[in-house]
């Protein structure tokens, strides 16, 4: 795994963090519309990490 790829990870991660603390804030406040959106988008991005981190790489069998 290099080293971009570890940096992404790790900002995807807390980017995902980051918009479900957002949503809990917002659902608090009674918006719960963008709570969803948030909500959705954090869960979609932890969703394409996890899925990037368990495909094989092409370059890296070889």
């Known amino acids: ?14 980017l995902s963090v980051v918009m479900i603390i957002f949503s809990f804030l917002f659902n608090e406040r009674g918006e719960d519309n ?17 899925v990037a981190a368990l495909l094989p790489k092409n370059n890296e069998n070889k």
């Open 1 to 14: 795994m290099g080293k971009n790829s570890v940096v992404s990870s790790v900002g995807i991660v807390i």
């Open 34 to 50: 963008v709570s969803l959106i948030l909500l959705f988008a954090g869960i979609g991005l932890a969703f394409i990490l996890v």
